[in-house]
C-alpha cells in the first residue's frame, strides 16, 4: 500500500526554520515529481514546491527564496527547507505524488509560525 508521511511541523516564531519530511513507502521517488502543497483555514490548497525526478525546483512565488525542496533517493524522502518564515505561511503542509496515474497525499503536518 502506498504511504505518504510528512513529519517535522511544529510552532516556530516569526523569522525562524522547520524542514518538513515527506517518506514514502511502496513508491520511488526518485523516478517521479513529487510536490509539497499547503492549506491555510479558510483558503484553498496551494501548491508550495515541485521537485521534478530530475531534480528541477519549482516554486510559488510567495516562497521563493525562503523554501527550499529537495531529495535523499536513499532514504526515499522529501524535504522542505523553510526559513524565514512569516505567519502567512501557518498552514497544513502536504506531500503529494501521482504514480502510476494514482495521485497520493499525505495526511499533513501543522506548521504555525507566530508573530
Known amino acids: 500500500q502506498v504511504q505518504l508521511v510528512e513529519s517535522g511541523g511544529g510552532l516556530v516564531q516569526a523569522g525562524g526554520s522547520l524542514r518538513l519530511s515527506c517518506a514514502a513507502s511502496?513508491?520511488?521517488?526518485?523516478?517521479?515529481?513529487v510536490g509539497w502543497h499547503r492549506q491555510a483555514p479558510g483558503k484553498e490548497r496551494e501548491l508550495v514546491a515541485v521537485?521534478?525526478?530530475?531534480?528541477?525546483?519549482t516554486y510559488a512565488d510567495s516562497v521563493k527564496g525562503r523554501f527550499t525542496i529537495s531529495r535523499d533517493n536513499a532514504k526515499n524522502t522529501v524535504y522542505l527547507q523553510m526559513n524565514s518564515l512569516k505567519p502567512e505561511d501557518t498552514a497544513v503542509y502536504f506531500c503529494?505524488?501521482?504514480?502510476?496515474?494514482?495521485?497520493?497525499w499525505g495526511k499533513g503536518t501543522l506548521v504555525t509560525v507566530s508573530s
Open positions: 503529494a505524488a501521482t504514480f502510476l496515474r494514482k495521485d497520493y
Open positions: 521537485i521534478s525526478s530530475g531534480g528541477l525546483e
Open positions: 511502496q513508491i520511488i521517488f526518485r523516478i517521479i515529481p
